[in-house]
């Protein structure tokens, strides 16, 4: 007689919303900013800026396809490339503000860093949790 298991572990909504929004936030729509800042005529970005500008875009894109699929190292490098991807536009930020004129650069901090922060604490979040790292690991 054949052992079928019942109740197989079913992938958890919030992985599918969780790297759909990665995707589109981290790989596509920052795709097209950086994209934009690039051909901007005003600045001329170094080719390694530019090459590493766009790669880490398409390194989130493909972790978050990674981790849609189901694979534990795909979670645990959307984690690691996310942070790297916050941490990249934390130091651009601080070198624009150390370079820039005086006066008070808060607003703009805040509204810059806000959007990014608020996706590094929900994906470290909810892909620590035990039911989807549960998910994750059920090959193992």
Same mark, same amino acid.
């Given at each position: 007689?054949?052992?079928?298991e019942?109740?197989?572990?079913?992938?958890?909504?919030?992985?599918?919303i969780?790297?759909i929004?990665?995707?589109? @936030?981290?790989g596509?729509?920052?795709?097209?900013?950086?994209?934009?800042?690039?051909?901007?005529?005003?600045?001329?970005?170094?080719?390694l800026?530019?090459?590493? #500008?766009?790669?880490?875009?398409?390194?989130?894109?493909?972790?978050?396809?990674?981790?849609?699929?189901?694979?534990?190292?795909? @979670?645990?490098?959307?984690?690691?490339?996310v942070?790297?991807?916050?941490?990249?536009?934390?130091?651009?930020?601080?070198?624009?503000?150390? *370079?820039?004129?005086?006066?008070?650069?808060?607003?703009?901090?805040?509204?810059? #860093?806000?959007?990014?922060?608020?996706?590094?604490?929900?994906?470290?979040? *909810?892909?620590? &949790?035990?039911?989807?790292?549960? *998910? *994750?690991? &059920?090959?193992?």
């Amino acid at each position: 007689m054949e052992n079928i298991e019942k109740n197989p572990t079913q992938k958890p909504l919030g992985v599918y919303i969780l790297t759909i929004c990665i995707f589109l @936030r981290f790989g596509v729509f920052q795709f097209i900013s950086d994209f934009n800042a690039i051909q901007d005529d005003d600045s001329k970005t170094p080719f390694l800026i530019a090459i590493i #500008l766009i790669g880490r875009n398409v390194f989130v894109a493909g972790a978050a396809v990674w981790a849609f699929l189901g694979e534990n190292e795909g @979670r645990i490098a959307l984690l690691a490339i996310v942070t790297l991807n916050v941490l990249w536009t934390i130091f651009n930020l601080l070198t624009y503000v150390s *370079y820039s004129g005086s006066g008070q650069k808060i607003a703009l901090i805040a509204n810059v #860093l806000f959007n990014p922060l608020f996706w590094l604490v929900v994906c470290w979040w *909810y892909l620590n &949790r035990k039911t989807v790292v549960n *998910y *994750y690991k &059920r090959n193992d």
